[in-house]
């Protein structure tokens, strides 16, 4: 369909659609695409488009899909909140914004939209994607932050300045890792960025919820806390801070909810694309360290019946790798003193998510474990990492599992292998 689009007038666009600018000018989430740019939207995103100037538009989507709105949807609190930030930030600080709501309150709409009107003000803007579940930057089961060179509209379809591998969708059983993720990303924003943005999980009620935002917000110690609430469902959150670091927004209106189905799909659709060049490769064992579990982290032996076996720390036990489930005959002439036995099932790896680090343990890329290799003393992994495979020092190992073709395909325990 064609769109003439008039100067201040605005219209919503539900995906999957395609847009492309034929004349003119429009602004989507403070970001201004001029003629000749295109923009995919996605299956459960939706854009609003407002008329810089006047402006001809080819649009690719369902008659149903394109709404005219009597006036934008966008509150003219965003851009003063926008304003008030540019006039608060001292010089060579940074300055640090802690998005709270609830699922589907629109937190990354909107730490878009002011991600955008500050890049045009600020200039280095960083924003961290703390919700692993339904990642906007980088791979899901990561934090992913990114360093905005010019305004954006789907921060996806950027790659990440850095990324903390969580390993997970959700940081329940993973407390510790998700807040020392918040904690190196923070540093990294304090010499990367004059402002930082962090779009927060829904995660906010119950001992989990409470816990975890509350430790977030020490961590950090944000200049500004932006509630996006229905009613009062955060108040409990900011209790012990003063007013002025509270902005409290409220929901639009037009903030759909997005079904489990539609939140897989578009999970499965950032993996599928980060994996889409990934190759297989080889990493001896010995080249690495190991991190978030048991292998190669023990003392390694020989025991009868084993494809692999190490001594693990004091009252752990011993690691045993096995072709098939333990039998009582099998460990009748084993030495009696390995502790508690931990056992693993060759072939129970393949499809891990792990985490390729470098020396100093920052995160090269997201991988899939494809095997242990216990003949050649090898991971065999799939990655579309393009470095040097010299560089990887670390495995961390997370408990999502994934099919070749970037789909979801269970869990293990966090530290099981």
Partial sequence: MQLTLKKDEFFLLNGPATLRVESGSVEIIAARKISGESVEVPLGKKIPLLGVEDADLAIEAPEDALTRMEKTSIPTEWDELAARIVAERKDGELYKILVLGEVDTGKTFFSTYLANRLNQQLGKVAILDCDSGQSDIGAPGTFGMLVLAEPAIFLSELDPTHMYFLGAHSPGLHFAPALAGVSEMLRKAEKDADALIIDTTGWVQGDGGRAI?????????????????????????????????????????????????????????????????????????????????????????????????????????????????????????????????????????????????????????????????????????????????????????????????????????????
């Fill in 213 to 417: 935002k509350k430790a977030k917000l020490d961590i950090v110690q944000p200049d500004l806390v932006v509630l996006m609430q229905r009613g009062t469902e955060l108040e409990h959150l900011v209790k012990h801070l003063s007013s002025e670091k509270v902005v409290r927004l409220p929901v639009s209106k037009r903030a759909s909810s997005t079904s489990q189905m539609d939140r897989k799909a578009l999970r499965e659709m950032v993996s599928k694309r980060y994996f889409k060049d990934a190759k297989v490769f080889e990493i001896p064992f010995k080249q690495v360290f190991t991190d978030r579990c048991y292998f190669l982290s023990g003392t390694k032996f020989d025991l009868e019946g084993t494809l692999h076996a190490e001594r693990l720390s004091a009252w752990e036990g011993t690691l045993v790798v096995t072709s098939g489930p333990l039998m009582p005959e099998q460990t009748r002439d084993w030495p009696k003193d390995l502790g508690m036995l931990r056992n693993v099932i060759a072939g129970s790896e393949k499809g891990l998510m792990i985490a390729l680090l470098d020396k100093n343990q920052n995160m090269l890329a997201v991988a899939r474990l494809e095997e242990l290799d216990f003949l050649n003393n090898t991971f065999r992994i799939r990655s579309n990492f393009k470095g040097a495979l010299e560089q990887i020092k670390g495995i961390q190992f997370g408990s999502l599992k994934l099919n070749e073709a970037g789909e979801e395909a269970g869990f293990i325990e966090p530290g099981a292998l």
